[in-house]
């Protein structure tokens, strides 16, 4: 899915909650091969952001315009080249790993590959687990398939909301693989408090 | 070449899979609708059988079972979706009139099967004589659609509020007292045996309000799916 140069935009952003401002006139731009790290406290509207940015949720005002070698992405275009690990983003339980990830290729157009599909689980180290329901996997597992579910079409934007939440050592060594590779590929934005993690970014937004 | 013919179901196809395989290992909607239709059946079974019922009551009966049985179970398919947070998974991966087909699909399936569980033991358990066979199946094929049409739509409206319940019902009946009144018209002239001619303009008002739900799912869908 990679389309070589991408450019994240967000162009006088605002989003407020009623008369709760969360963040107002955010502008910048984002290219290939940067990192945006987004920090602030609690409620400060980190998580909105990347759902904006995402699609998923609508700004009060202004806009989000990411472009590639073809023009400004329309949502259908958008969703072949954006990849998000957030808290709120769930797999489904009652499906194996491998069947979330067959599921997922479908619904993305990629024709499902067992091969590809037990090579993403085991490049986040979940090899040997593809067989077994999402339901009973641990916190830091779920997080591990989200990694696979949101790389698995190789994005160009990758949009990584506390990425190691519930991640142990190994986990947080893989997001760190994760992260490494996406700078190669296109645009990553992070929102996160963690000081290692904001070391990251080529551009810091503090929120709140 | 006749593959990427049917290219576009494909996606609908995958949701409409999951769905099933989801449901399999959790008959979460299967047993809410089967269970109220059965109980309900019975309910109506004993009361209605003592009084001798004839077609003009035995047809609202039937759609009033199949109706409210539907409202328990048909909108599971959005609300679930929305209560495990995995909506937000689907809202970024398909496209939106992929989920809303899958859905409709799943939902058909779902009130096929209440169908074909309910109407055998309805027409056991209430004596029912029916004199036109092939009607009544066309009339009750055609309601279930229209039913399934409407209510999938609103299910995906109501998901993310947070009295789903009870707005399912309040939404849904306005929109389905049409395709109630003529399914209700329909299977009474099924059953006194009416020939087809003379159904014919309730059998289009049934399929003619399925095309118009399903053509304005698809137009509104992605206002309903993504958060304003």
New interface residues.
Partial sequence: MGIGMVTVELKGLSKAFGSRVLFRDVELKLHSGQCLVVTGRNGSGKTTLLRII?????PSRGQVVITDGAGAMDP?RL?KH?G?V?P????????TAL?NLF??A????IPPDQDRSEALLEYVGLQGRGGE?VGTFSSGMKQRLKYA?AIQHSPSVLLLDEPTTNLDDDGVEMARRVITAQRERGVLVLATNNAEETAYGDQVLRLG | MATRSFAWA??P???L??DL??EY??RYAVNAVVVFAVTTLAVVSFCAQAAAAGPELLSPLLWLILLFSAMSGLSRTFVREEE???A????????PN?VYLGKLTFNALLLGLLDLIVVPLYIVMMDVRVGNPALFVAILIAGSLGLVSASTLVAAIVAKASVRGALFSVLSFPILIPVLVAAVQGTEAALRGVPWAQVSPTLKVLVMFTVVMVTAGLWLFEHVW???
Avoid: H, M, P
């Avoid at chain 1, 709120?88 to 499906?95: P, S």
């Avoid at chain 2, 937000?88 to 496209?95: E, M, P, T």
């Fill in positions: 995402a699609g998923l949720a609508r259908s969703r954006l998000l957030a709120d983003l769930v797999l489904y339980d009652e499906l069947e599921f997922f479908r619904i993305r157009g329901l579910y | 494909e996606g196809a995958a949701v899979w999951k395989q989801a290992r959790t495990t947070k995995t937000n998974a689907l809202r970024l991966s398909a496209d992929t993504y958060e304003a």
